[in-house]
């Protein structure tokens, strides 16, 4: 019995589930820390505004401290959202997150074949 080649075969059918399946832990992580820093930045500039009247008097220098508290990200300061609320200062923000994997979105999320619209909002009491 000859099994040359047999390994190449096994090879050929276990390679793309394993790449996959680390592409897919790095997406997943991508998206943790994508998420946890723009929730980051939404408390510090909700904080900002409540507190700070200096550096955070007006919903544009609000949005600027969000957008210099989202380290790493490059975001614009128009995806967030600054407003005076019953709970205090509330800020959101809402920003499209791309993946590695291009059909793994439609797993999560029905926003596409490749994107996922990520959310995040924090309110300070005044």
């Known amino acids: 019995m ?4 047999a390994m190449a075969v096994e090879y050929a059918l276990v390679l ?6 680390i592409l897919g832990i790095a997406d997943c992580g ?3 820390w994508t998420y946890a820093t723009l929730y980051h930045a939404t408390e510090a500039a909700a904080r900002c505004g409540a ?5 955070c ?3 544009s220098q609000i949005k600027n401290y969000a957008v210099a508290q989202s380290y790493g990200l490059t975001i614009d300061a128009a995806a967030f959202t600054a407003a005076t609320a019953a709970c205090g200062m509330s800020v959101s923000v809402q920003q499209t997150f791309v993946l590695l994997i291009p059909w793994f979105a439609q797993f999560v999320a029905a926003d596409g074949p490749s994107s996922i619209t990520l959310r995040a909002s924090a309110c300070y009491p005044t």
């Not at 793309?16 to 399946?21: A, E, H, K, S």
Request: overall charge positive; aromatic content about 4%; proline content about 5%.
């Open 2 to 5: 000859n099994h040359r080649g």
């Open 16 to 21: 793309p589930v394993v790449l996959l399946f």
């Open 30 to 32: 991508r998206l943790l």
């Open 51 to 55: 507190i700070d009247q200096v550096t």
């Open 57 to 59: 008097a007006t919903t």
